[in-house]
């Protein structure tokens, strides 16, 4: 079962993942809970059925539905909805904590499904590590013992695990706190154990199951940095789930917005902002401040011999509130350069445009290119 939404392929050539190259591919998987949940699926009649009708004819709840996509190497791939939208079950499907109950899963080409229980616990433990929300930390355990622990499960001597435990420990921030007990440390704190647990055993995907929302939000934030740093330090893949609209535009390079167990829409935080791909999601994004999220690309148009030459530069990637200062500040219309090519300009009243949303340029690279 391939049926791609119109979504998914409209943006298939999203302009911020990083590789191309599959990590997880994912295709028609569905997760089914209920009696003989295997028949949904295979029936045409029972798959197209809205939840509530579903549940009353067959006594199931279809928590994924059909959803293809690929994560894609070094990206963080963003898994956002409301609150029983799938996520979670999505998330575990992909190394059958939960048993998914049809289409394929692959990691860099392998089956995931045809994977018996070794290889199975191998990629748990070596391959997608997963950071939940209740950090899961042994309480009687300190701290370096915590981060060890995956370590110790792989059978790595102590000398060795403690070396590396140290180092990740290190990394995320709570060097001085080796000897302490998880509950002698703040919520953020833990998680901070619960992240250098993951990245102790170097996997090459890490899973986050809404790791933050329990913590306040100052302390949010300032674990939301440390993701974003460590991704930019390491290029690590990451899936990361959400219900935060706001910390999926920080994180994702691409967002999957799911809705009653269907991919509404799959793109860049851009592309998911500035061309919703229906009313749900238009409302979902209404609030979103659009300068801080769109690109220039977005405002930018052919420019004249004239203003190819002057104005202040951006980058491509720069944001339209950027441009807006950068234009206000010089009273210029300002370039957009690429690898010193002027790509094109930026004015004031495109600029305004944007974030009135009325602009009706479609986001993406489609007026790149315009020198
Ligand atoms: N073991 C189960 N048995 C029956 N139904 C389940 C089971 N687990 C999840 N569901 C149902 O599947 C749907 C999706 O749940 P899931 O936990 O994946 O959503 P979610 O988007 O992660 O929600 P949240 O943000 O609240 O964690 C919900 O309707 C939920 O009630």
């Keep these: 079962m391939s049926t791609t939404i119109s979504a ?67 990206e963080v791939f963003v898994v956002m909805g409301l609150s029983g939208s799938g996520k979670s079950t999505l998330v575990r499907c992909l190394t059958r904590l939960i048993e998914p109950t049809a289409g394929t899963i692959a990691i860099d080409g392998e089956d995931v499904r ?25 309480p009687h355990r300190s701290v370096l013992d915590n981060v060890a622990y995956g370590l110790e499960v792989q059978g790595v001597p102590r000398r060795e695990r403690r070396a590396k435990a140290q180092e990740v420990v290190a990394k995320v921030g709570l ?64 899936v990361f789930i959400t219900h935060d609209l706001n910390e ?38 209404r609030d979103v401040p659009r300068e801080q999220v769109m690109t220039v690309r977005r405002a930018m148009r052919a420019a004249s011999a004239q ?11 720069a944001t339209v509130s950027q441009a807006i200062e950068a234009v206000a500040r010089s009273g210029q219309t300002a370039r957009v350069v690429d690898q010193g090519r002027c790509l094109g300009v930026v004015d004031s009243d495109a600029l305004l445009e944007v ?8 986001a993406g690279p489609a007026r790149e290119e315009v020198a």
């Design 8 to 74: 998914q392929e409209a943006t298939a050539e999203g302009t911020g993942a990083r590789g191309t190259e599959p990590v997880f591919s994912v295709d028609g998987l569905w997760k089914v809970f209920g009696p003989k949940a295997d028949r949904v699926p295979a029936d045409p009649e029972l798959a197209a059925l809205p939840a509530a009708e579903l549940r009353s004819r067959t006594g199931c709840t279809a928590a994924v539905r059909d959803v293809s996509f690929d994560v894609r190497k070094g």
């Design 114 to 138: 045809a994977m018996d229980r070794a290889r199975l616990r191998e990629l748990r433990r070596h391959r997608a590590a997963m950071v939940f929300q209740h950090f899961g930390l042994l």
């Design 175 to 238: 060097e001085g706190m080796e000897q302490r007990r998880p509950g002698q440390l703040s919520g953020g704190q833990q998680q901070r154990v619960g992240l250098a647990r993951a990245l102790a055993v170097d996997p090459e995907v890490l899973l986050f199951d809404e790791p933050f929302s329990a913590l306040d939000p100052m302390i949010r934030r300032d674990m939301q940095e440390e993701v974003i740093r460590l991704h930019e330090e390491e290029g690590r893949t990451m």
């Design 248 to 285: 999926a535009l920080r994180l994702g390079d691409r967002i999957a917005l799911m809705r009653d167990g269907r991919i509404v829409q799959l793109g860049t935080p851009e592309e998911i902002v500035g061309s919703p791909a229906d009313d749900y999601v238009r409302e979902f994004v």
């Design 307 to 317: 203003e190819a030459g002057e104005g202040p530069a951006l980058s491509p990637e």
């Design 355 to 362: 974030v009135a949303g009325t602009d009706t340029r479609s």
